[in-house]
């Protein structure tokens, strides 16, 4: 059973340009989150999506920032016109949802450079 | 607000315990997580404890939840140089919800 995947691994960005980024749960897993890491710091959540739908959005900043989970393929981490403080590294988790105890396996994450 | 504390570093010797302790803050915690880091990869979950449980042991590791003091502590038995990393604590309120992290606790084992 893969684990969850996410590609690119490495992106590097100028200023003002857009990066996507992809995320494959684990198969028969039906949520997923997006959290970013800063450099030593913990992981914060941004966002949390089931097909089609965003359940929760709370960590998400205002502008710029977007999220999807289509009915087919990977969810999608947006994020416009990128800035050098978007520099992190972008985990997604996802978990089954007949999991009742919310445990989530994260994928290797993308380690996103703005230049 | 939610928030989880864990002190940043301990360093031990080669078959040595090591003792990470976690603080939160959230009284409806449900469930609560740890999560091995290593350099430059993603979170591997090691083990979580649900509220209403004082005590897990799964093989090296030992949970301790002290609800009251909303203290959380991860031992692990005979440490190994391969047990080095980040250890994260996280908690939940609700199912299938957001995790809040600690900051990580960077455990270096010292042959």
């Known amino acids: 059973n893969a684990g969850v995947m996410q590609n690119p691994r490495h992106l590097v960005r100028r200023r003002g340009q857009e990066a996507r980024l992809r995320c494959s749960p684990m198969?028969?897993?039906?949520?997923v989150y997006w959290y970013r890491q800063l450099p030593e710091e913990g992981l914060k959540f941004m966002v949390y999506?089931?097909?089609?739908?965003?359940?929760?959005e709370s960590g998400m900043p205002k502008e710029r920032f977007s999220a999807e989970f289509p009915k087919e393929g990977p969810s999608i981490l947006r994020i416009q016109q990128v800035v050098r403080g978007d520099s992190a590294a972008y985990f997604c988790?996802?978990?089954?949802?007949?999991?009742?105890?919310?445990?989530?396996?994260f994928g290797p994450g993308t380690r996103l450079t703005v230049t | 607000g939610e928030d989880v504390e864990q002190s940043l570093f301990l360093s031990v010797r080669e078959g040595d315990s090591s003792v990470i302790n976690c603080t939160y803050t959230?009284?409806?915690?449900?469930?609560l997580y740890w999560y091995k880091q290593e350099p430059g990869a993603g979170l591997q979950l090691l083990t979580y404890?649900?509220?209403?449980?004082d005590m897990k042991q799964d093989q090296r590791l030992t949970v301790l939840l002290n609800k009251k003091d909303k203290h959380l502590s991860l031992r692990i038995a005979d440490t190994q140089t391969g047990d080095s990393a980040i250890y994260f604590c996280?908690?939940?309120?609700?199912?299938?919800?957001?995790?809040?992290f600690g900051q990580g606790t960077e455990l270096s084992v010292k042959p």
């Open positions: 988790a996802s978990s089954p949802s007949t999991s009742g105890r919310g445990e989530q396996y």
């Open positions: 198969k028969g897993h039906s949520h």
């Open positions: 999506l089931q097909k089609e739908n965003i359940i929760d």
């Open positions: 959230d009284s409806s915690s449900t469930y």
């Open positions: 404890i649900f509220s209403n449980m």
């Open positions: 996280a908690e939940t309120n609700n199912q299938g919800g957001k995790l809040i």
